[in-house]
């Protein structure tokens, strides 16, 4: 089809198909008066490209790869709508993909990745992730992988994270100035370097600014499992006076709970979160979260992006600040 429109252009412009090839790439030999008599009739005809062919050729693709743990999550989402923002800004589409944190799902996914030949790969791991290799088999094709939110803890490769130790510090801080002294403090997986992160400065910070608070930490990760642990935590007569949420997912399973012991809030009950933002505002009152964007993170991830791909793979760490966001929850 290529072959027959490159025809059909060279036959009406009375030249040769090799110059009319030359002219659509803009190649320097071709005159300015050819590429733009050619290029007007390639518009006219609605001239395409084979997309395939200039892929096998050039081993380039300008499409630039998403790897996630899960698509219906808020904090991905906004991620890949800043990528996707940025990426056809600059001229690049994106393939996104989701590994549902099965590791065997992600390898396969990779391998697509490679034989799709993205020029980048932004990844964020799964939960079983512990072999690297492939995904060094991306940067072994001279395609770069920058790693975000759910990093290597490794060093040796280019990570775009929260600064997740200074977010927990500061939802740590909050509940101590509110005098908080029992508090259950719920986390994502363990295996995870973000829950490990966030939980060792949360607990820190406890230890070293209100040494006497009673703290419990548990981690339930998802939404119904958050609901359950609350639930049996009050269960067993335990009454904290107030609960800390690592993520969006679990403070939703966490109010789901607190209305169901029909809890005041911030009355019987207080409650802060690590959160994208918009969870926290679909409560009344409105909870009180450090935020940590993944829109921002998406376009601080692009940047790195467009540096390695034009000076190459790198080994790197940037870290997107936090912030409080004071709501009526505490």
Known sequence: MQQSTLKKLSEALGISISTVSRALKDHPDISDNTK????????????EPNTYAVQLRTRQSNVLGILIPMIDNFFYDSFIAAVEDEARMHGYSVMI??????VAIETANLQLFRKNMVMGLFAAVSIETENMLPFRKMEEMKTPVVFFDRVPEESGYNKVCLSDETAARIAAEALIQKKKKH???????PHLSISKKR???FTETFARLSPDTTLTVLYPESIEASRETVLTYFGEGKRPDAIFCMGDLILIGVMHAVHALKLNVPGDIGVIGISNGLIPTMYDPKITYVETSGFKL???AFTQMLHCLKNGPAENEVLLESLLVEGGSL
């Open 36 to 47: 733009k008599r050619v290029k007007e009739l390639a518009t006219a005809l609605e001239y």
């Open 97 to 102: 993909m989701q590994s549902r944190d099965n």
């Open 183 to 189: 508090v259950l403090a719920l986390f994502g997986h």
């Open 199 to 201: 939980c060792a400065s």
């Open 298 to 300: 998406g376009q601080l």
